[in-house]
């Protein structure tokens, strides 16, 4: 270790070759794969030479060598950094920023980065496992009712997975039965997925609280075309075609 990095030390300050240079102070890793100082100097190196790739690698071993998990952590994300922004490598980049969610699940500044990198690339499914993550760090109803509803907008406009985009949806109002925005989702989702009488709940709730708005009527009107044509109950859909008729005598 010593003769190698005495001799790097020269063809790096004495002789200016620096490609020699970064080769002993590999041998030198070769003999001790934990000497943090050819680690910095081949850094140095590549950093003078502007070879991003090689720095990138001398980076993330140095985030090897490092014991401290936070220390690790900012390596890596300085490497992430340069694949991303510099070698727009961003399968590298998603590679190295889940390198820091297995140390630390929780990173926000990890899962910030994943979830613009996995939108960049249409990696829908990726996408939703960070949103699901990030609803459940979130620190508030408020925040986590957020989270939600961009997880649910995956699963119904990008995965089509409509059984998950209601499960989504009734988590939120799980956290607020009152969630207007929720309930209309839900209103189509089970729609689509011809969840009758899940449809009939979420048109009463809505009809609860539109109060003495004039949307009540309409939404009488849809929920007598319900139990009419896919319920097949005609004496409750005489019924709510009533109610609506007593609401507005000209509907």
């Known amino acids: 270790v010593m003769l190698h990095t005495r001799i790097a030390e020269i063809l790096e300050s004495q002789v200016g070759d ?3 240079a970064a080769a002993s102070y590999y041998n030198v890793l070769e003999v001790d794969p934990g000497h943090m100082e050819s680690a910095d100097a081949l850094e140095r190196i590549f950093v003078q030479l502007d070879d991003s790739a090689r720095l990138v690698q001398v980076i993330q071993r140095k985030a090897e060598i490092v014991l401290d998990p936070d220390e690790k952590k900012e390596l890596y994300f300085r490497a992430a ?25 929780d990173d926000r500044t990890a899962l910030d980065n994943l979830e613009k990198l996995y939108i960049r690339l249409e990696r829908w499914e990726n996408l ?3 949103y699901t993550k990030k609803a459940e760090l979130a620190e508030t109803d408020e925040d986590r ?3 939600l509803y961009v997880l649910g907008q995956v699963y119904d406009a990008e995965l089509k997975d409509v059984e998950r985009a209601i499960d989504t949806y009734q988590g939120i109002l799980e956290i607020d039965p009152e969630d207007y925005q929720a309930i209309q989702a839900l209103d ?15 048109l009463e709730r809505e009809v609860e609280l539109a109060g003495e708005s004039p949307e009540v009527v309409g939404l009488k009107h849809r929920i007598g ?15 709510s075609y009533r109610e609506a008729l007593e609401l507005d005598p000209m509907h």
Do not use: C, F, P
């Open 18 to 20: 620096l490609e020699r």
């Open 128 to 130: 939703k496992d960070v």
């Open 145 to 147: 009712k957020n989270m």
């Open 188 to 202: 189509r989702l089970y729609y689509t997925a011809e969840r009758w009488y899940d449809l009939l709940s979420i």
């Open 225 to 239: 075309q319900l139990w009419e044509h896919q319920l097949d109950d005609l004496v409750r859909s005489v019924d």
């Open 81 to 105: 950094g340069i694949q991303e922004e510099v070698l727009e490598d961003l399968d590298a980049a998603i590679a190295v920023y889940n390198q820091v969610l297995d140390l630390d699940e």
